[in-house]
Every structure is written in structure tokens, then in C-alpha cells.
């Protein structure tokens, strides 16, 4: 696959570009993924996480205008 993709490099030189930024792309969302985000990779010693949260954690990735510290609740209504 390397092999192939050198050659198209070799052949189409405005390729490098492209190649260039969607692999810091993809560097940095895994960078970016590693050290902010509350995941757990980890299933050995802590196999559910989601257990330990408070009502007042922010468990979500992006929320518009939510402040979690003056959430009363610790579930949504339904």
C-alpha cells in the first residue's frame, strides 16, 4: 500500500499536499482525543465509568450554554 501510494506521489506532485495535511489531521484529532476526553481505555480495571459520574460532571462532548455545577438533577425527565 506504501508502495502504491509513492508512486502516485512520485507521479501527481500536487498530491503531497493533501497528504500532508489530512495525516496532521488525523495526528492531531488523536492527540486531541488521548488527552481530553474522559474516555476509558481501560476495561480491566474500571469496566463502567459512567457509574461514577456525578450530576454535576460534564459528560458530554459539546453542549451550548449548559452549566453542569447548578444542575439540581442527576437524570432528565421522560
Known amino acids: 500500500m506504501l508502495v502504491t501510494i509513492r ?15 489530512i495525516g496532521g489531521g488525523a495526528a492531531m ?3 486531541y482525543l488521548e488527552f481530553k476526553c474522559n474516555w476509558i481505555w481501560d476495561r480491566k480495571n474500571n469496566p463502567e465509568p459512567w457509574n461514577k459520574l456525578g450530576p454535576t460532571d460534564q459528560y458530554k462532548f459539546f ?3 449548559m452549566d453542569y455545577s447548578k444542575l439540581k438533577k442527576d437524570r432528565p425527565d421522560f
Open 63 to 65: 453542549a451550548v450554554n
Open 7 to 21: 508512486k502516485q506521489l512520485r507521479n501527481h506532485p500536487a498530491l503531497i499536499p493533501l497528504f500532508f495535511f
Open 29 to 31: 484529532s488523536m492527540l
